[in-house]
């Protein structure tokens, strides 16, 4: 994520976002079927790791967690978690290659513009080893629109996403939908897609 206007919303956020996400980081079964899928000390990346919270739950399990964010606050939370290795980044910062097991990207590509979207895809499918676990969350729509608090969103539709992630070289292995609510205060329609590179 390289815009500026969503990033000094999160880096002025941030004691809210924490508030609002905490207690769902630790009860969402698809943040712990993720770590399943990654093998015991296995290096795993949280993308757009906000405060740390997924990152957290990852090195407590005995992964090896890089965790990158693009909001300087962030990082700062997200840091002082023991076991975690975080810095900021924007999407395109990621240029490793073959040497994650597992990358967890939980409604941050959201905020990227579709015109880059595959080549995030492309970037996470390189950093992974062989058959390494990719889940990506997204809100379900259509278009590009920024929220109340002016973030940048991209939307999309399942199929839309699936068809991305199978040109990047994912195998799709389990899709999850919800809807909640959000920083901003409104509800969204989600999608929690599980794959393997």
């Known amino acids: 994520m390289s815009d500026k206007q969503t990033i000094q919303v999160y880096n002025d956020q941030t004691d809210d976002y924490i508030a609002a996400s905490a207690e769902l980081v630790v009860s969402d079964p698809c943040l712990k079927s993720f770590i399943q899928a990654c093998p015991t000390g296995g290096r795993v990346l949280d993308l757009g790791c906000g405060p740390g919270?997924?990152?957290?739950?990852?090195?407590?399990?005995?992964?090896i967690t890089d965790a990158v964010d693009a909001s300087?606050?962030?990082?700062?939370?997200?840091?002082?978690?023991?076991?975690?290795?975080?810095?900021?980044a924007t999407f395109e910062q990621i240029t490793e290659s073959a040497i994650y097991d597992g990358i967890w990207a939980n409604f941050s590509l959201l905020h990227a513009p579709r015109a880059d979207f595959p080549s995030h895809l492309s970037?996470?499918?390189?950093?992974l080893k062989p058959h390494g676990a990719?889940?990506?969350?997204?809100k379900l729509g259509s278009g590009e629109a920024r929220d109340r608090l002016g973030r940048f969103y991209t939307y999309y539709t399942a199929d839309d996403l699936c068809a991305h992630l199978d040109t990047?070289?994912?195998?799709?292995?389990d899709q999850v939908f919800g809807h909640g609510t959000g920083?901003?205060?409104s509800v969204s329609d989600w999608i929690s897609v599980a794959t393997r590179a």
């Open 123 to 127: 970037a996470i499918h390189t950093a």
């Open 168 to 173: 990047a070289g994912f195998t799709v292995t």
């Open 183 to 185: 920083l901003d205060g």
């Open 134 to 138: 990719f889940y990506i969350a997204l």
């Open 72 to 88: 300087t606050e962030m990082i700062a939370v997200a840091e002082q978690y023991p076991g975690v290795s975080a810095r900021q």
């Open 53 to 63: 919270e997924a990152a957290n739950l990852m090195a407590r399990a005995g992964l």
